[in-house]
């Protein structure tokens, strides 16, 4: 059972298009939202995140949109960039007795070509 | 800048081998977590661990196990290797409550054979 539903698995996009990835969760006990972001032989590392109680967040080229009452938010990349040619990962993170427990997405593979 | 070091990039086992993947972080972080990554399937939490000598169970930590002895080591341990657990294994740590971006290895990708 997969708590956090990503999409699409890949995407190509020209080089100063949007790319857009989306994903939707069913625990209302979520409340954070990150973004990671992969390159072929490294690890994860964050991207951008967002709290339940805002319904936007930029930084630079990245947005995040956020719809609580529909439990879905997505990752905006304005002017795509061959360099922003990466995996993508949303996540959610509950926290319980004490503990944080951090769910992903299944990842999408962005393909920016010039 | 934090570092979460994998102790090996490559491994290749064979079926039945026990097997410990080994994972230190250098920022006197609370919270550790092991991850395999499979194509299809993103990144699937087996184990996490909040406190040394404490763990709890992810979302499939059938066939395996893990030990924190010490708050920067987190190691993984495969009892019985099999073949499904070919994969790329992803260790990440964090800081306490609060603290919640994840700081990642570069992963060990395990091959049994």
């Known amino acids: 059972q997969q708590q956090v539903k990503q999409s699409p698995q890949s995407l190509i996009v020209q080089k100063g298009g949007i790319s857009i990835i989306n994903c939707a969760y069913e625990?209302?006990?979520?409340?954070?939202f990150p973004w990671y972001q992969q390159f072929p032989g490294k690890g994860p590392a964050l991207l951008i995140a967002?709290?339940?109680?805002?319904s936007e967040k930029k930084e630079g080229r990245f947005t995040i949109s956020f719809n609580k009452s529909a439990k879905q938010f997505s990752l905006h990349i304005m002017d795509s960039q061959p360099g922003d040619s990466a995996t993508y990962f949303c996540?959610?993170?509950?926290?319980?007795?004490?503990?944080?427990?951090?769910?992903f997405g299944i990842g999408t593979k962005l393909q920016v070509i010039p | 800048d934090v570092k979460v070091t994998q102790s090996s990039r490559y491994l290749v086992k064979r079926t039945g081998e026990k097997v410990f993947l080994e994972c230190v972080q250098d920022?006197?972080?609370?919270?550790m977590f092991w991850y395999r990554q499979d194509p299809g399937l993103g990144l699937r939490l087996i184990y996490f661990?909040?406190?040394?000598?404490?763990?709890e169970k992810g979302d499939i930590p059938e066939g395996y196990s893990v030990s924190r002895e010490k708050k920067e080591r987190f190691s993984l341990i495969l009892e019985s290797a099999s073949t499904n657990q070919t994969s790329m294994y992803l260790c990440?740590?964090?800081?306490?409550?609060?603290?919640?971006?994840?700081?990642f290895g570069s992963g060990t990708q395990l091959s049994v054979l």
């Open positions: 967002i709290r339940p109680d805002v």
């Open positions: 920022m006197d972080h609370e919270n």
């Open positions: 661990s909040y406190d040394v000598k404490m763990k």
């Open positions: 996540a959610a993170i509950y926290y319980s007795g004490g503990y944080q427990k951090v769910t």
């Open positions: 625990n209302t006990a979520f409340d954070y």
């Open positions: 990440a740590s964090s800081l306490g409550q609060g603290g919640e971006k994840l700081f």
